[in-house]
């Protein structure tokens, strides 16, 4: 199940006057990752006062009880419902245009599964659901199913690139590589993949004793990805590490924010520090690094503390894991490390994100002062693209709680 604290996202809105004044009307957009819905709530500043957030304290109390069809809620300066909204003009969701897979040769040589065959198992977090389906020869595959269900420009260019980075990995005993491409059903576009579950939880939550072997295959798999293949992980964490029942090796995945030489590298997010900061965290269990901005921390941070607290089961001792990055990252950093990344001899190529066709036709945007219609090309509503003919994916969701409800019901007869 998706952590409360992860389901809901304020996605801007509104204030048709002073922010400052309780009485100025307000609207917020609040994106919810269990159902994969948008709503507008409508209130006042009183209840919305801004950077605040309290609408996601108040949509979090009603949002499993609204029906699918509504697209507004109305409330007063209590946080009630007044009022609620199924008419689509109210539909602030921006339109996702998802590319036909026939229209990417770099993923022609993929495996692929039609969206109607993923069994949906669970929600993992937001935009994962732990999911199965039944391969050609009838074997029941479980999977974790990947997708971006959600417009913006980061995600858009980030789920490009994490598919096709992971279609071109080799083989390596500790990534995590991709499975199948998902398409929906109507007009086989590309909505997702699927990776290999590997059960048992990621290592911030499996509190089993951390091998010293482990953290040597994380080393060795984060020279093999910056060295070999001139990719930058950027999110090395015990949240994105698991350990595989079968093989007892480390196994690393998500490469949300993984860069390609330059292109995409963020200050501070260089995979050595990553891994420093992550050791420390899994023998002390001490996160507070991870709430600093990483342009504003340094691995000298926790390399000058003498001591570390152990709080986690090891099998040899903390000098021996802190010798070893020690000098693993004493190399790495004094070994002209960012010109070898930038000239891997093995890089890793796939083509750019194109421009969706879908932006290329006008959609009328209001009027002008002359009160003609005021026609513009790319981002739009999802209502918008809808009156032009487009084909839109819709991914509106019962929310987990009442499909929990209604298993246990069947489960009582």
Same mark, same amino acid.
């Given at each position: ?20 004044? #309780? ?26 006062? #801004? ?30 419902? %007044? ?16 590319? $036909? ?28 659901? &732990? ?62 993949? %699927? ?9 911030? %939550?499996?509190?089993? #004793? ?39 090796? &480390? ?33 002390? *269990? ?59 001899? *093995?890089? &890793? ?24 219609? *005021? ?23 019962? $929310? ?14």
């Amino acid at each position: 199940m998706i952590k409360p604290e992860e389901r809901f996202f304020s996605d801007g809105g509104s204030y048709f006057g002073p922010a400052e004044n #309780p009485n100025t009307e307000a609207f917020l957009n609040l994106w919810d990752w269990d159902q994969l819905r948008m709503v507008k709530l409508k209130g006042t500043a009183k209840i919305f006062p #801004p950077d605040e957030g309290h609408e996601i304290q108040i949509f979090a109390q009603f949002a499993d009880y609204l029906s699918p069809e509504v697209r507004a809620v109305t409330l007063d300066d209590n946080g009630l419902i %007044t009022g609620v909204s199924t008419d689509p003009d109210e539909d602030e969701t921006i339109f996702v245009p998802y590319f $036909p897979f026939a229209t990417i040769p770099s993923l022609a040589d993929c495996c692929t599964v039609q969206y109607s065959r993923l069994q949906e198992l669970d929600r993992l977090g937001p935009g994962v659901d &732990l999911s199965s389906y039944e391969d050609e020869s009838g074997n029941p595959q479980t999977v974790a199913f990947k997708f971006n269900s959600w417009w913006k420009p980061v995600r858009m260019q980030m789920a490009w690139d994490e598919l096709h980075l992971l279609k071109s990995l080799p083989p390596h005993p500790n990534l995590l590589r991709l499975d199948r491409v998902v398409l929906e059903d109507v007009e086989s576009r590309v909505i997702g993949f %699927t990776t290999k579950y590997i059960p048992g939880g990621t290592l911030d %939550t499996l509190k089993v #004793p951390f091998r010293f072997e482990w953290l040597q295959q994380l080393t060795q798999v984060v020279d093999f990805l910056n060295l070999e293949l001139g990719i930058m992980h950027q999110d090395i964490a015990p949240r994105n590490l698991l350990i595989d029942p079968d093989t007892h090796k &480390l196994v690393l995945f998500d490469f949300n924010f993984a860069a390609r030489r330059k292109d995409g590298l963020i200050d501070g997010r260089d995979d050595v520090s990553g891994v420093v900061f992550t050791l420390y965290e899994l023998i002390t *269990n001490d996160t507070h690094f991870t709430s600093i901005p990483p342009w504003d921390r340094n691995i000298d941070m926790v390399e000058s503390i003498s001591e570390w607290p152990c709080d986690r089961e090891l099998n040899s001792d903390v000098s021996v894991f802190r010798n070893f990055v020690n000098e693993w990252a004493a190399k790495r950093i004094s070994d002209g490390d960012m010109e070898r990344y930038l000239n891997a001899p *093995n890089q &890793l190529i796939w083509p750019d994100l194109p421009t969706p066709l879908e932006y290329n036709l006008p959609y009328e945007a209001g009027k002008t002062v002359d009160g003609e219609p *005021n026609m513009v090309t790319g981002v739009r509503t999802r209502r918008a693209a809808m009156e032009l003919g487009q084909y839109c994916f819709h991914w509106e969701r019962l $929310p987990q709680s009442r499909l929990l409800k209604k298993k246990e019901g069947e489960n009582a007869r």
